[in-house]
């Protein structure tokens, strides 16, 4: 169908308004679908940033225990090692005593906080589902009752090189070893089971890909 030299002003006009009507339609629609989708990778990134800080936390833990358990192991060496006198070994224990309790009260600073600090965050940031969060508290309880059990497993040889039992006669050396084999199962059984929950835990935060709802 051809065109009348009276329609052109029209195509003219429609031509016109066509890129008028789309920049209108643009600034309505445009600063909607960019806001949401900054909300979305804020969400993403905040989740994925949770997620790498559980494990960033649980490897601090194991590694203010490990130093922990080194301490004691160290301890006992060297003064297997220098055949210490009773009154030179009780010197030595006194030294240990402090060190220990300095390392110690800086395990106790961080190891008892973060996991509840990460539940309350998800919550308030609304980063999980309903379902999920309540799986994160179930699997935060478990985590925070194995790490009560690690610290209380290394504690009866702490006892034990503090007091005054400790000696470097071979009945002393002997309730060592088996203190020492003890230790290193169970704490070998409860980091397998804190690896599993960490993954867990970090799992929850990477795949969600919950909504919140604003209403």
Known sequence: ?????????????????????????????????????????????????KSLEIGAHDLDFRSRLNVLKTRMDTFHKQNLRGKLSPSELKEARKVFQKEYTDEYLALDKMA???????????EIFDLLSPDDAKKLLEFIKEYAKNVERCVGVIDPMW???????????QESLNHLVTLQTQINLDLTTLNDQ???????ISALFAASRYEPNEN
């Open 1 to 49: 169908m051809s065109t009348t030299p009276d329609s052109w002003p029209k195509v003219v006009v429609n031509a016109l308004l066509i890129p008028v009507i789309l920049i209108g339609l643009s600034s309505y629609f445009i600063p909607g679908i960019v806001a949401e989708a900054n909300k979305e990778e804020a969400l993403r990134t905040a989740r994925l940033k």
């Open 112 to 122: 008892w906080w973060w996991y509840w600090d990460l539940e309350r965050e998800a």
């Open 159 to 169: 006892s034990y090189l503090s007091s005054a039992d400790y000696s470097l006669d």
């Open 194 to 200: 804190r690896v599993i929950l960490v993954k867990n």
